[in-house]
């Protein structure tokens, strides 16, 4: 069974901290997202790697980063949390170069910044 | 720029109904198009994806349908239960984008099916 894990399913962090959203994909998939979900705004990309060490930005980056060292995960980095970054925060990955590739999705981390 | 809408934004249907959900899309250059359903407060499941050359997929009860020409796609339920209650969300592919398929989302359809 093909399985996205995002690190955390509930996290509370206060206004200024530095928070890691982790993501672990075990399917071998070269490309891995970061998306933010609000409601009325559906879901928006925030980052995307294809590869290892490789990055881009997505629709929304500012207030963002991100981090792949190893194949299998991304990070997502929130340098200096805001409350406007109160979200539900969802990883995704996918094979990369074929019209039949799906893109698999973790549970979510709703984070809250207080 | 590609833009993926869905309406009805919300439907209540009694146990038992077939239905449909739809999805309109802007730019019908895409490579391809996937339908997910999402449980309060989960992840994303997906339940279908259509090539660009194809017309539809199946998979028991659900059905989807593509049209690349007028931007359409739908999602046929058959024989409705109260365990198909979720949000429905369909997102396309753009082309020139497969290597890394970025996918661009509806803001997806909130489904209740009355016992």
């Known amino acids: 069974d093909v399985k996205v894990t995002q690190s955390s399913r509930y996290l509370v962090k206060r206004t200024g901290e530095k928070v890691f959203l982790e993501c672990v994909q075990d399917m071998d998939h070269e490309n891995m997202f970061w998306y933010r979900q609000d409601p009325g705004l559906g879901l928006r990309l925030i980052y995307f790697s294809y590869d290892v060490k490789m990055k881009e930005k997505g629709d929304i980056p500012e207030g963002y980063s991100v981090s792949r060292e190893k194949k299998e995960r991304f990070s997502l980095i929130l340098e200096s949390a805001s409350t406007n970054q109160t979200s539900m925060y969802l990883c995704a990955s996918s094979l990369r170069g074929s019209r039949d590739t799906e893109a698999f999705f973790g549970q979510g981390t709703r984070l809250t910044v207080v | 720029k590609q833009e993926v809408t869905q309406i009805p934004a919300a439907l209540s249907v009694p146990e038992g109904e077939n239905l449909v959900l739809n999805c309109s899309f802007t730019?019908?250059?895409?490579?391809?198009l996937q339908w997910f359903r999402q449980d309060p407060g989960k992840g994303l499941t997906s339940l279908l994806l259509i090539q660009s050359s194809q017309r539809e997929q199946t998979s028991g009860r659900l059905n989807a349908s593509l049209d690349k020409s007028s931007g359409r796609s739908t999602l046929y339920i058959a024989a409705s239960q109260p365990g198909d209650s979720a949000t429905y969300l369909c997102?396309?592919?753009?082309f020139g984008g497969g290597a890394t398929n970025k996918l661009i989302f509806g803001t997806g359809t909130l489904l209740a099916v009355q016992p």
């Open positions: 997102a396309v592919g753009p």
């Open positions: 730019d019908s250059a895409i490579y391809n």
